[in-house]
Structures are given as C-alpha cells and as structure tokens.
C-alpha cells in the first residue's frame, strides 16, 4: 500500500517509541481517514511543518503555508515532489498550463534564491510554464541571478492587467504565493480573476498562529479518538495572550500568568503520563515566522525580568513589524541529534503528499531551545531504500518507521490547514454576499 510517505532515513535510531509503534500499527485506517479528509477539504498547494519529537510526545510546533526550503531537501526526492505538484496545480486549476510565482523580496539571500530555482524546477518538471514575477520594486526589468549553485534565477517585474497579474504576456490561471505576506496584502493582488495559491488571507498580514492551532487541536482530537490514544500526544497546548507592549512593558504581567498556566497544565499532562521532566513554554509572536520574535521559558519570572535587548528582540518582527499578540505554547522537547548536535525534524509537503524533509540542526542551542535561529543549518533526509512505506518487518529498526510517523502528524498540520484556507474562502464568499 502506498503510505504516501517515503521511506527515509532518520537521525534518531534505537526501537520505536510507543507512540511511533501505534502510529505504525494503525496504518491502513490512518491512511484511509487521510483520504477521506483531504476528499472533504483539499490540502493546500503545499506547506512544512516543524516537529518536536519527546519520544513520549510528537507534536508540530509551527506550520509554514510559504514553505522556503526547498533547496534542502535531497535530490532523489524531486520524483516525488514533481508528482505531487502536478496534482496540486491540476486540483486548483485545471485548465492551466503555466504557474506564475510570486516571490519574496529577499533578492540578496542566495538561500532563499536557491529555494525559489528549486521550486520553479519542480513546476517546471511538472509540466508547466513558470515564470517568476517580483512584487519588489527594485526589480523594473527582467533581472538574471547567478546563484552559487550555478544556476541562473530570472527574476521579472510583475504587472497587472485588468483583473489579471502576469510578466511580459503571461496571465496563467494560477498564481502560487512564495511570500508570507508579513509586510502586508499588496494592492496588486487584491481581487484578481485568477487562482491564488494560497488566499492572501493565509498571509501573515492576517493569519494567527493560534487560529491554526485551534484548527489543528480539533483535528488531532478527531484523530486520537479514531486510533485510540490521549491527544495531548500529537498535540501543544497553545494559548493567545496580548496584546503586550515589551518596549513600554505593559502586559507582561497578563503574559506571565499565561506561561505559569500552560507550565501547570503540562505538568499535570506530565504526571498523568509518568514524566520526569521539568515542563517549558515557548513565547512566539502569534503572526510572523524566521524564527522571530520567540524564546523558551521555564519560569513565569522568565517573562517579567526581561532586559532591555531581549525585550526588543521580542518586539522585532519580519519586515519591520512589531509583535504584539503573543502565542504561548507548551514546550515540547527534542531528542533529535545529528552527529551530537541537537536537531528537530521538518516535513515538507505538496498537495496531501508528503515529498520529504530535512533536520534542522544547531550546535549551538539545547533540548528546549528554538532552533531556527542564526547558526542552524540543515541536514536533508535522503532515501533509506526504494521502498515508499513502512517496513513492518522491522519493528525493531526506527529507521525507515520514525519517519512515517513525522508524516503522519504533519500531515494533521496539513490539515489543519487546509481548513484554515477553507474558512477563508468562506469568509471571502461571506463577505461578496454582504
């Protein structure tokens, strides 16, 4: 049966933890609610989602609708991204034969240029005309990167006509978003006649974090209900607070109590479950991602005895925003390690299909720190065999098995998500109607 996961090679090794094991055991009814779900609300074009694996708990602590990595993810996966791309852009437009993609402004980050050749390569593969148009207006003309790879990144100036956005004579149908939004909607996209890939409304400018959360909290409870295990497993505990001032410190206070909360509710979760650990929460600017604007707590004093710099950087956002509305959320801790460093796995996904992932890894942080800081770099997941589902044979190997596992509590991120994009679309519908 084709898991719609591959078969990967994974840095944690020794036998399956429990959790892992269930997941593993449960896998033709897993497989089967998958289909039905994604049937009922079609997953997003595509998304990554970082996991926190405990041994005890595996829990997605963040799902990116604007994924920009992928660039890391090993070569021999693209078989599998290209497949799924044709099937994402053949469910959202049908009648297309071109993509048009529109990119962040970051035209000096070699990284993120090296993702978005990636990503126009897979399209590309997929069969199907792809330009890119820029939203930045220092690009006035076609512009030609060499990237350190050697290869070449055209970027050209977009423009609209009408109800439809293109470059030079082309206005496809679909529109895919490779740009968070965090610096707004721009005007130019506003009401255009064409597929966008995701809704502007899944931008930072108006998406919450605690809002997919609260998506992904429903999800999860149906899942655990249907294999038979306590949701707090697969799930943070996540709660809103804001908004907070850190420069004028005003809600701090309020934001303290948050984080004893959540620690109290986690160590409850802890002895009900029999673990000795010290619970810990994470802080997050509840829009916004780079791994901005975010920092581990054990204490509520944590919050209130915050100097002057770290209360700045808690204020600094993407694109010069400024973070208000805070996510607290329960720390989940990584027992991932890659060549002794601490590492948390990412899950990359197109259409409803796992295409593969990769470690991020910093030597530099601990257990419960957040990883995607400066200093991390990335390890890709590279096939284990030709196989694409789990080896039941060997229970014993967490190999090739740990990894299906990931994919399935991404994909509870995926479709967490994928609600998300419907409630906006609703909202949208709503909205015309009024």
């Not at 078969?7 to 944690?12: E, G, I, N, S, V």
């Not at 004093?301 to 973070?323: C, F, I, P, T, Y």
């Not at 990584?334 to 990769?358: D, L, R």
Request: some cysteine; glycine content about 6%; aromatic content about 8%.
């Amino acid at each position: 049966m084709n898991s719609q996961v591959p078969h990967l090679q994974t840095a944690q090794t020794g036998p399956l933890h429990q959790l892992e094991s269930h997941l593993l055991g449960h896998q033709a009814q897993i497989e089967s609610w998958f289909r039905k779900q994604f049937k009922e609300t079609p997953a997003p074009f595509y998304a990554s989602v970082d996991l926190r694996n405990a041994g005890y708990k595996l829990a997605p602590v963040d799902t990116n609708l604007f994924p920009a990595g992928f660039n890391n993810l090993h070569p021999d996966l693209k078989p599998l991204a290209i497949q799924a791309a044709q099937s994402a852009v053949t469910q959202a437009c049908p009648i297309t034969d071109g993509v048009l993609i529109i990119p962040e402004n970051h035209t000096r980050n070699t990284f993120y240029l090296e993702n978005l050749c990636t990503l126009q390569e897979i399209v590309t593969l997929a069969g199907y005309e792809v330009h890119i148009g820029s939203i930045n207006p220092e690009i006035t003309e076609p512009t030609d990167i060499e990237l350190p790879s050697g290869k070449t990144l055209t970027l050209k100036p977009i423009k609209r006509q009408d109800d439809r956005v293109g470059v030079d004579d082309f206005f496809p149908c679909a529109v895919l978003l490779n740009n968070d939004l965090s610096a707004g909607r721009p005007e130019i996209l506003e009401n255009i006649d064409q597929t966008l890939l995701p809704p502007l409304d899944l931008g930072w400018a108006n998406r919450y974090k605690t809002h997919h959360f609260t998506h992904y909290q429903n999800v999860a409870e149906a899942f655990a209900n249907l294999i038979g295990i306590d949701p707090w497993l697969i799930s943070p505990l996540s709660v809103q607070c804001g908004p907070i001032n850190y420069k004028e410190r005003t809600g701090l206070e309020s934001l303290a109590e948050t984080v004893n909360q959540v620690l109290e509710k986690t160590q409850s979760y802890y002895k009900t479950h029999g673990i000795p650990c010290k619970p810990f929460a994470i802080v997050k600017s509840d829009s916004g991602t780079y791994g901005m604007a975010i920092m581990s707590v054990k204490d509520p004093e944590d919050v209130l005895n915050l100097n002057r710099k770290q209360r700045n950087k808690m204020a600094s956002a993407k694109e010069g925003a400024v973070a208000e509305q805070m996510l607290v959320q329960e720390g989940v801790y990584t027992y991932e390690t890659w060549e002794g460093a601490v590492a948390e796995p990412v899950v990359y996904m197109i259409h409803n299909q796992v295409v593969g992932g990769f470690y991020r890894v910093h030597t530099g942080k601990t257990i419960t720190d957040n990883l995607n800081s400066p200093g991390m770099h990335f390890e890709p997941l590279s096939f284990d065999s030709s196989l694409v589902s789990p080896d039941k044979s060997k229970d014993c190997d967490a190999t090739p098995n740990r990894f299906y596992a990931y994919g399935v509590v991404a994909r509870l991120a995926l479709l967490a998500a994928a609600r998300e994009i419907a409630d906006a679309k609703q909202n949208i519908e709503n909205a015309k109607k009024a």
